[in-house]
């Protein structure tokens, strides 16, 4: 059985301190809610990695870093190796997100070697694919979907893929307060789950979580969820107030 997982992706958000009491008040939600269907995932600075390690339940809770280098070490300054990252505590790294590809110029060459270093390192890839508006509006969201996973995570094992977890985040709604309808999301991630059939065959589909990404919030999170291919959410900004990520982790 596939697990349910909502993540909050807090950005470059939040001092040290604030992120910190964020943690601790989900954190303290969800222990008193004492449902353990639901993993939760926070998505931390790297400054805050190690001392949200250290206030949440970690039974209850993962950290992730929302990013790691391409490379093991060296003379890379300003890099955070997946190394440096499992050191902290955390069990998951956010690859592949779009403001990473589109910022900052990560390429499936990048997000390749980023993945390969994530799992030597015995770390949980979120790995983020979705299309912009002009994709969606020229209906070729199914093929470039398609090519970015081909190019990344199909290029996996079975086994390696089976510890990697897909976010579908459809560009046009990342952060716009415009979310893809419950039906345009499902439909979308049963297309997701029906390649990776293709690919490492339906067992592995079956068991492989897809999260949807992109505006979710306390008001949609329920009908989503509600959904039988989606598998939680990675939440951005409504991951930044607790009452209202609690609230999302509440959908289920």
Not at 87 to 114: D, F, M, P, Q
Not at 154 to 165: H, I, N, P, R, Y
Request: contains cysteine.
């Amino acid at each position: 059985m596939r697990k349910k997982i909502v993540a909050g992706n807090w950005k470059c958000n939040t001092t040290l301190q604030a992120g910190v009491e964020l943690a601790k008040e989900v954190s303290n939600v969800v222990v008193e809610k004492g449902d353990k269907d639901v993993v939760v995932v926070l998505g931390t600075p790297f400054t805050h990695i190690t001392k949200v390690v250290d206030t949440v339940d970690n039974a209850r809770i993962g950290v992730a870093s929302q990013n790691c280098a391409a490379e093991a070490k060296g003379a890379f300054t300003g890099e955070v190796s997946a190394e440096m990252v499992k050191s902290t505590g955390a069990e998951y790294v956010i690859l592949g997100h779009s403001e990473r590809r589109e910022y900052y110029g990560e390429t499936s060459e990048i997000l390749n070697k980023k993945l390969a270093l994530t799992l030597e390192n015995g770390l949980t890839p979120i790995f983020c694919c979705g299309e912009a508006l002009e994709t969606r509006e020229a209906e070729k969201q199914n093929e470039w979907v398609k090519a970015q996973l081909d190019e990344t995570v199909f290029q996996l094992s079975a086994d390696e893929f089976k510890k990697v977890v897909i976010a579908y985040e459809p560009i046009w709604a990342i952060g716009t307060g415009v979310t893809a309808s419950s039906a345009q999301a499902q439909e979308m991630l049963a297309y997701i789950r029906s390649i990776i059939a293709e690919k490492f065959g339906q067992e592995i589909a079956d068991a492989t979580s897809i999260l949807y990404g992109g505006s979710c919030n306390a008001k949609n999170a329920n009908e989503l969820f509600g959904q039988p291919d989606i598998d939680g959410g990675l939440i951005g900004g409504a991951s930044l107030k607790a009452e209202d990520f609690i609230q999302i982790i509440n959908a289920y």
